[in-house]
């Protein structure tokens, strides 16, 4: 798994990068708090695997449930710590791979697990081992979620090997540029996908309120642009559904959004919610 390094590489970065990105928390959220009520309990024994700097995490902790967040990225991980830290019930932050979730979280312990944020492609080629790693790691009826996409041929026609402009981030004497190039390799179960992320920063003359809390203007000796290559793999949507079954979950729902509609063939986003059958 490769992904850590690309997200030390973003650094503070990726909170602006991805600040956008905001779709995904109600729907896990509210899972948490259906399945606490569905269970009679007012909190739930969390596991989030790639939490990175804890997006979801401080949602999760401030509404009172035992997390314990997972991520490669040590700097990531120190953001969740201070977001998190003047929550009354904060984190356990463990740093390692998740593809270890087995030996990192006690058997048997954990009500939901959940790996947002599309991390599962990082370690797609590993899914039945983790999936397998999960279960033992739920309780019995324990739940499982994630997202992950697949994209269509014309998404791939229309972006392969592209510099695309993402976002512009002001600061207060400059501003942030996002680009990103997705360059995909065909395979004989998906895609290899490999995403160039750059962040250049562009000074200008007038001064702007940063709409995001960042250390955002860089000093004298510090970089003013960086690079992060993400690698990621994806497959067919029905893969995902057969590796499930094949650890011994039970599908509860598969959505095509965060909205809940049903998933369907020509969707290129995938969320999945199962439930250990043991």
């Known amino acids: 798994m490769d992904g850590g390094s690309a997200y030390e590489d973003l650094g503070e970065l990726y909170d ?41 995490t401080s949602h999760l902790a401030a509404a009172g449930h035992r997390v314990t967040a997972i991520d490669l990225a040590t700097s990531q991980l120190e953001v969740l710590r201070d977001r998190t830290s003047h929550t009354e019930s904060p984190p356990i932050v463990v740093a390692g791979d998740m593809r270890d979730v087995a030996t990192l979280v006690p058997l048997g312990s954990s009500d939901l697990v959940l790996v947002p944020f ?10 039945d081992a983790l999936f397998a790693d999960v279960i033992r790691v739920l309780r019995p009826g324990g ?22 402009h993402r976002r512009l981030e002001p600061t207060a004497t400059g501003r942030w540029r996002f680009d990103e190039r997705a360059t995909y390799a065909r395979r004989s179960d998906g895609w290899d996908l490999r995403v160039d992320v750059r962040c250049r920063w562009e000074a200008t003359k007038r001064l702007r309120r940063p709409r995001v809390d960042v250390r955002a203007d860089p000093s004298v000796d510090a970089p003013t642009e960086r690079h992060a290559l993400l690698h990621l793999h994806t497959v067919e949507h029905a893969e995902w559904g057969a590796s499930l079954t094949a650890a011994g979950f039970e599908l509860d729902g598969s959505y095509g959004w965060f909205d809940g509609r049903p998933l369907s063939v020509g969707d290129d986003d995938a969320i999945w919610v199962a439930r250990s059958a043991h």
Do not use: K, M, N
């Open 143 to 164: 739940v499982f979620a994630f997202d992950v996409f697949h994209p269509t041929d014309a998404q791939v026609a229309a972006t392969g090997d592209r510099w695309l």
């Open 16 to 56: 602006v990068w991805c600040a956008e990105v905001a779709e995904d928390l109600p729907f896990y959220t509210q899972l948490a708090d259906a399945l606490a009520a569905e269970l009679g309990r007012p909190t739930l024994d969390i596991v989030e695997l790639g939490a990175g700097s804890g997006r979801i």
């Open 118 to 127: 599309r991390g599962l492609l990082h370690v797609t080629t590993d899914r």
